[in-house]
């Protein structure tokens, strides 16, 4: 299967600033999902949003979805030091989600 | 509060032995998943259940087999664990295949 990819592989910043994961796919979708994963933990499902919406809020998390791009972005808004975790996108089509290898953020107080 | 447990946090084992990772979820969730997890390699799907007593393949399935005897729980079986089976093991459920998946905690297995 194909997984989705994200980028950056490692981002660090410091508390206050703004982080923006990016996710690329390959084939159609019905939803995308992002999770985060504290080191040695499962995962958390973040946020999903579906193949006909275009943008999602929760929080000071931010989602956009572009399917003419193939591609999708997480945007945390003011980082904390709790926001220092991995961030995985997996897309849902017509097999079971596939994950992507993730995003490490490390948020610097 | 949705919830999914498993068995162990931490497990270590000899090559040859015959390993059982267990996960329970209290969801009534038709679906659970077993993923292992490595560095570089991102979350990999070893085998799913869509219902009680069926499964399904998923891409890595050599060297591991399953047993959903209950709707409730799901384990992963390594018949004969060997050094290349030391990761994480992730087990997550989900209402439909497709929509949200709950993951437990996670189980570290060492194959010595």
């Known amino acids: 299967s194909q997984q989705g990819e994200e980028d950056p592989q490692a981002l660090s910043i410091q508390e206050g600033e703004n982080a923006t994961m990016n996710c690329s796919y390959k084939t159609s979708i019905n939803n995308l999902q992002w999770y985060r994963q504290n080191s040695g933990r499962g995962l958390v499902h973040l946020i999903l949003?579906?193949?006909?919406?275009r943008e999602k809020h929760s929080g000071r998390l931010r989602v956009t979805l572009d399917t003419s791009k193939k591609s999708s972005s997480l945007l945390i808004t003011a980082s904390r030091a709790a926001d220092t975790a991995s961030y995985f996108c997996?897309?849902?089509?017509?097999?079971?989600?596939?994950f992507g290898k993730g995003t490490r953020l490390s948020v610097i107080a | 509060d949705v919830k999914v447990t498993q068995s162990s946090r931490y497990l270590v084992k000899r090559t040859g032995e015959k390993v059982f990772l267990e996960c329970v979820q209290d969801m009534d969730h038709e679906n659970m998943f077993w993923y292992r997890q490595d560095p570089g390699l991102g979350l990999r799907l070893i085998y799913f259940?869509?219902?009680?007593?069926?499964?399904e393949k998923g891409d890595i399935p050599e060297g591991y087999s399953v047993s959903r005897e209950k709707k409730e729980r799901f384990s992963l079986i390594l018949e004969s664990a060997s050094t290349n089976q030391t990761s994480m093991y992730l087990c997550a459920s989900s209402r439909t295949g497709t929509e949200t998946q709950y993951f437990g905690p996670g189980t570290r297995l060492l194959v010595l």
């Open positions: 997996a897309r849902s089509g017509n097999t079971p989600l596939v």
């Open positions: 949003i579906r193949s006909n919406e």
């Open positions: 259940s869509y219902d009680v007593k069926m499964k």
